[in-house]
């Protein structure tokens, strides 16, 4: 015996469930996610640039554009997203290099925040199934990064 209605709500299971993801952000309280800062930094090494800018939502969230202009290598360009877990700011970065590179790639990066700056920190990454992250219990060494960001207006 045949069970159309059983099958039929099996197959529209995953067009239910993509149909509630995404949408406007909303805390756990079900207000819209509002934005609390927008700030932008720069940071210098050399001959080589950093720009970055980020948008703080009242849930705690992080997201904005960063840019690193090698001299040598060229430049990397894309998006950070993340969350501050006391005075350190954790992202994902998805960027590409180039101008002429199709392929996108994605590297968790951290930040301390102290006196208004933000340090890049260095520290081990470890790739598992196709995601990386920070290796847990492997310290972030913030004074080895190449890049301090200072806050600066943003441009308009």
Do not use: H, W
């Amino acid at each position: 015996m045949k069970k159309p209605a059983f099958y039929l709500a099996i197959l529209m299971f995953p067009a239910f469930f993509s149909c509630t993801q995404g949408g406007s952000e909303k805390t756990s309280s079900g207000d819209t996610d509002s934005l609390i800062s927008s700030q932008c930094f720069v940071a210098v090494d050399g001959t080589d640039t950093a720009d970055l800018n980020i948008k703080t939502l009242k849930s705690g969230k992080v997201s904005g554009v960063l840019t690193i202009n090698y001299k040598e290598k060229g430049k990397n360009d894309g998006q950070v997203e993340g969350k501050f877990r006391g005075d350190t700011l954790f992202v994902d970065y998805t960027f590409k290099i180039g101008t002429e590179n199709k392929t996108i790639y994605k590297n968790p990066l951290a930040f301390l925040k102290k006196d208004g700056k933000l340090a890049l920190g260095v520290g081990q990454i470890q790739t598992t199934l196709g995601r990386s992250f920070f290796v847990k219990g492997k310290p972030i060494s913030f004074e080895k990064g190449r890049f301090t960001f200072a806050p600066v207006d943003c441009k308009k």
